[in-house]
């Protein structure tokens, strides 16, 4: 291998081939020009570490040639070859940039040591730069892990995450970032847990399941690399069309070979575009914060194992009031509903005189078994005391947390838990549900809701005239015995009083059953259109013919043969007030007509899913 490629720059061959000769034997690799022209061609093509002009040369000379290579290429060591009388241009030409001079007529020896001293000067010169760099990328990294080390003081997997979103916008100069994390160690469902910048909550995905983002996200999963994707899938319209689409970058928190979280920064700084910079920085800090998410699952699993019952494996209650705290946190920060569920089963004295304190835990074992069986991977139990248990049903809303509360009730009386002990000794079995934000803003708001819904519940309709069990319309014909006399029309009032307040909360997911009879059918009408109008997020089912009216809102219609009540009645079901009323078609002849209706939760909730489980049809699903 040479010591080093050399351009030797002569007008006379005898020098040319004189330099060429000797720096062979010295081991160099040499090519030959004989004009200044002809060098710059050269040097179009190849590189070389040294370049031998001689000063005099016709056209391009020595010295305007160091001039235009060092304009090329500052970095470039050049060595002047001058006779004695030329000595003062070679110092005029060193000043332009020529490293070293050469006087002829010289000899191999002098010409190697001119050479060897300026290859010394350039590896010592290399080192320093090579070193310096190191030190430099030392720092950075070191800078890197002194920002990124306060990451693992937290264990806290929420504030966490947004403690990585800002540290990986801060690191690529984005304005916005999202991250969605996993839930465990080993969970495929990321969920969005952490934001910053101006971003709209509603418009993203609550969670990404790992195995369904697409073949274009491959590298992201399988090989954990970062990837730059466009913002838009359309050309920008604007009046420049070559506007660059500045693009999301989405970088990967892998611990291991597990995905732990996926975070999509946007919006740099400047409009620029995310570039291979950003993706390395991103993905260096990224890598430190996967590994302190991978430790807050790892003490949250912990956490929870400490304050789980080993037999019932319900959690203590102390620790639900702590996640309910940081759930309130969650859904406040990303417009997020939740529900909790409260479970009574009154005072265990009676079942504790008949069975052994060993008999009563299996009991509540037993209980607590029927209990977990029905709940999701995300919900969450906790016992408080023997008789008392509560439920964290995260992103519920009321109707799917009732939804829940009819199958916790089918569960348990299915079970047999509440007849264990034989004859009337029979547990009571109470449930409440309460929702975040409807139902309270603080944890000590929704306790105090559970708690009244508690003893709404004991007071109810339902249970003072033994209406559960009973058919729709059995019921309904029980409420009627309990009607008062009203003028026909209040039916009518009170009906586009409801259908308004479904409208004014067609936000919220709900359930309005309408049994239009002869009375209400103009109600019918009014309420389809209005529904059709506008976006309503309530679920309609109509007693009645579907060929009587037309709407573009999704409707549910039921012969009325199948209800069996020819009366009219509607109920409605959602996170707000909750009512159901019914009426008589015909007046008395003084001109009043049978009316009954009420707000009771507990009783409108049995109608809804008696009607659901006597009709086979999937309300509120």
Known sequence: ????????????????????????????????????????????????????????????DGTELVARIKKRNPDQEIVMVTGVVDVKTAVAAMKQGATDYILKPFDRKTLAASLDKILKRRRLHDEH??????NLEYMGVLSLYERAASLFSTLAVEPLAERIVEGLCLETNAQGGVLWV?????????????????????????????????????????AGRSLIRPVRSEPADTDDPTTPDPGMLYVPLRHGRTLLGVARLSDKLDADSFDDTDRAAAEKFAGLGASAIANAL?????????????????????????????????????GRQFSIVRIDCGALDGLRELA?????????????????????????????GESRYSMLLPETDALGAAILK?????????????????????????????????????????????????????????????????????????????????????????????????????????????????SLGPIVEESLEQLSARTAQTEVVIIGDAASSQGAHPVTWVDPARVGILDPFMLY????????????????????????????????????????????????A
């Not at 040499?30 to 050269?42: F, M, N, W």
């Open 1 to 60: 291998m040479p010591k080093a490629r050399v351009l030797a720059v002569d007008d006379q061959r005898y020098f040319r081939e004189l330099i060429e000769g000797l720096l062979a034997d010295e081991g160099y690799e040499v090519v030959t020009a004989s004009s200044g022209e002809e060098a710059l061609h050269v040097l179009e093509r190849e590189d070389f570490e040294i370049v031998l002009t001689d000063l005099v040369m016709p056209g391009i």
């Open 129 to 134: 730069e090579r070193l310096m760099a190191e």
């Open 182 to 222: 996993a839930d465990e160690l080993g969970s495929t469902r990321l969920r969005l847990v952490g934001l910053r910048g101006l971003i709209r909550v509603d418009e993203e995905p609550r969670e990404l399941i790992v195995d369904r983002l697409g073949t274009e996200f491959g590298p992201l999963v399988d």
């Open 298 to 334: 790892r003490f949250r699993a912990l956490e929870r194992l400490s304050f789980r019952d080993p037999a019932t494996k319900a959690y203590s209650h102390a620790y639900f009031e702590d996640v309910v705290r940081n759930e309130i946190q969650k859904a406040s920060r990303f």
């Open 356 to 384: 052994s304190q060993n008999g009563l835990d299996a009991w509540i074992h037993s209980l607590t078994h029927s209990l977990t069986s029905v709940l999701r991977t995300t919900d969450l139990l906790a016992a408080d």
């Open 406 to 518: 009819q199958r916790l009730e089918e569960t348990v009386a299915g079970s047999g838990a509440l007849d264990a002990f034989g004859g009337t000794n029979r547990a009571e079995f109470t449930l409440a549900v309460a929702t975040y934000p409807t139902d309270g803003t603080q944890l000590d708001a929704l306790e105090r809701a559970l708690e009244r819904r508690i003893a709404e519940d004991r007071l109810s309709l339902l249970r003072s005239l033994d209406l559960a069990g009973r058919p729709f319309a059995e019921i309904l014909s029980s409420l009627l015995e309990e009607a008062e006399s009203e003028s026909p029309d209040l039916p009518v009032r009170v009906g586009r009083f409801l259908i308004g307040e479904v409208l004014r909360r067609r936000g919220e997911r709900g359930l309005l059953v309408l049994g239009p009879g002869r």
């Open 573 to 620: 079901y959602g996170d707000g007030p909750v009512y159901a009323m019914v009426g008589a078609d015909k007046a008395s002849p003084e001109g009043e007509a049978p009316f009954f209706h009420t707000g009771d939760r507990a009783l409108v909730e049995h109608l809804a899913f008696q009607l659901k489980r006597d009709l086979g049809i999937p309300l509120g």
